[in-house]
């Protein structure tokens, strides 16, 4: 059973930087992609970012662009997010999850088979 832990959530001022990582275990061949989801209090499950473990392709939602950075480190099977210029909205329970997909990298929570127990992300004004 492969199984997440995200660490590196917190309270953070706005403009400030975060960094939130992911540490895979178990039967971790299974995963050819990583994903960060977001969701805040009365919203939806949200895509922020995802790596494909193979090439390193990266997909980001619009909205982060140029201020989130995801990466990989497929030896110690870790993911990595770093956040900059954080805003208010960026409040919420960050996770992190793996996909079996073979092809592309799925934005969507459906497309995704594990899933970490989630980190809070608080960004004060």
């Known amino acids: 059973q492969v199984q997440l832990v995200e660490s590196g959530g917190g309270l953070v001022q706005a403009g400030g930087s975060l960094r939130l990582s992911c540490a895979a275990s178990?039967?971790?061949?299974?995963?050819?992609?990583m994903g960060w989801f977001r969701q805040a209090p009365g919203k939806e499950r949200e895509f922020v970012a995802a790596i494909r473990r193979s090439g390193g392709v990266t997909n980001y939602v619009d909205s982060v662009k140029g201020r989130v950075t995801i990466s990989s480190d497929n030896a110690k099977n870790t993911v990595s997010l770093q956040m900059t210029s954080l805003t208010p909205y960026a409040t919420a329970v960050y996770y992190c999850?793996?996909?079996?997909?073979?092809?592309?990298?799925?934005?969507?929570?459906?497309?995704?088979?594990?899933w970490g127990q989630g980190t809070q992300v608080t960004v004060s004004s």
């Open positions: 999850a793996g996909t079996r997909a073979i092809v592309g990298i799925p934005r969507s929570p459906i497309g995704y088979d594990y």
């Open positions: 178990g039967p971790t061949f299974s995963i050819n992609g």
